[in-house]
């Protein structure tokens, strides 16, 4: 089992800051990928920002120059720390991992994390 676990959402004012934490644990050989995807109602699951195995870094243009995506040293753990929030970050935010695991035979699949929610107050 992989379980991803996330935390720091919450309700912040315009222009303030947050920071997102998803930690990854259970039976893994190996992390992929790690990233973030948020979701409004009646709205398609989006991309805000990715990071390889490598350290190679992808954000949504909607995101670029406010929020920074970065790991622990262990690379179980990914953060996304978000400045000059605006109205339009509200959403449910989503850690995504690419996992390689190894049960009777390699596999490598896609986790999602619960969800949190952050809320952007005008």
């Known amino acids: 089992q992989v379980h991803l676990v996330e935390s720091g959402g919450g309700l912040v004012q315009a222009g303030g800051s947050l920071r997102l934490s998803c930690a990854a644990s259970?039976?893994?050989?190996?992390?992929?990928?790690m990233g973030w995807y948020r979701q409004v109602p009646g709205k398609q699951r989006e991309l805000v920002a990715s990071i390889t195995r490598g350290g190679t870094t992808n954000y949504a243009d909607s995101v670029k120059a406010r929020f920074t995506i970065s790991r622990d040293s262990a690379w179980n753990t990914v953060y996304l720390q978000m400045n000059s929030l605006k109205s339009e970050d509200t959403a449910v935010y989503y850690c995504?991992?690419?996992?390689?695991?190894?049960?009777?035979?390699?596999?490598?699949?896609?986790?999602w994390g619960q969800g949190t929610q952050v809320t952007v107050s005008a």
């Open positions: 995504n991992a690419l996992i390689t695991r190894y049960t009777t035979a390699l596999n490598t699949a896609e986790y």
């Open positions: 259970g039976s893994m050989l190996r992390i992929n990928t």
